[in-house]
């Protein structure tokens, strides 16, 4: 993909956050790979790592060669809170990095900031900053 003339590739599907990097193209581009995002909304409570990921967001800009350049890239950390209300099962995407919503309680707290820690790392010698 790198090779055809991509300038960023981003990927989904594995469900666990995983790095982002550079790739080297064959006409010598460096080209943004973001292996997987993570997820954004599941049921899936197995894992702290399977229920959390990030928001990417991309600055690009165009060069007077009229070629396009990624100039920043940021995350933003997120945690799928699974809450009862009226009888029934809710799920919301939340940021991981803000303070949690009224009604969350300790433990849901505890596998919050768990799931920031997985993505956290996952990204922690990749070009991207925290939002």
């Not at 995983?18 to 581009?29: F, M, V, W």
């Not at 928001?55 to 165009?62: A, N």
């Not at 991981?96 to 790392?121: C, F, I, Y």
């Amino acid at each position: 993909i790198a090779d055809s003339g991509a300038d960023a590739i981003i990927g989904a599907g594995s469900r666990v956050a995983q790095s982002i990097e550079h790739l080297n193209a064959e006409d010598g581009r460096q080209v943004l790979c973001a292996w997987s995002l993570g997820t954004l909304m599941s049921d899936d409570r197995s894992a702290a790592n399977r229920i959390g990921g990030f928001l990417l967001h991309l600055t690009f800009e165009r060069n007077p060669a009229d070629t396009v350049e990624i100039t920043r890239v940021t995350y933003t950390p997120t945690y799928v809170w699974k809450y009862r209300q009226d009888n029934q099962y809710y799920y919301k995407c939340l940021a991981a990095d803000r303070t949690p919503p009224d009604g969350m309680d300790n433990e849901q707290m505890g596998v919050m900031n768990r799931s920031l820690e997985a993505v956290q790392k996952a990204l922690e010698d990749s070009p991207a900053v925290l939002r």
